[in-house]
């Protein structure tokens, strides 16, 4: 499986961006599809995910602002972005695993995905 983000840019603070992650080979209707996010100088941290069976997830400091969402058919995931602050300043990363529809665990664990797409730079000015 491959993944190949892309929607990256510069961007003002309060405006938006749209990140598309394509998915190609798998069964993607089977993934846990998520967006990790590393900024200079820090960790890769978590963003947000969309289980196979539709449950979301967010990094609380993202709540309200970004939506993540996917289309099975055309295996891609997306993850809107409203109101960015410079905070978000980052290379966003897609990363998705194989998971049963009962299985809500690690989903917000780096470690726990099994395929990544390269990153797409998200910079926020003031």
């Known amino acids: 499986v491959q993944l190949q983000a892309s929607g990256g840019g510069l961007v003002q603070a309060g405006g938006s961006l749209r990140l598309s992650c394509a998915a190609s080979g798998g069964i993607f209707s089977r993934y846990a599809m998520a967006w990790f996010r590393q900024g200079p100088g820090k960790e890769r941290e978590f963003v947000a995910v969309i289980h196979r069976n539709g449950e979301r997830m967010y990094l609380d400091d993202v709540k309200g602002r970004f939506t993540v969402s996917r289309d099975n058919d055309k295996k891609m995931v997306f993850l809107q972005m409203n109101n960015l602050k410079p905070e978000d300043t980052a290379a966003y990363y897609c990363?998705?695993?194989?998971?049963?529809?009962?299985?809500?665990?690690?989903?917000?664990?780096?470690?726990?995905?099994?395929?990544w797409g390269q990153g797409t730079q998200v910079t926020v000015s003031s």
């Open positions: 990363a998705g695993r194989s998971v049963i529809l009962t299985d809500t665990n690690n989903l917000a664990d780096a470690s726990w995905y099994t395929y």
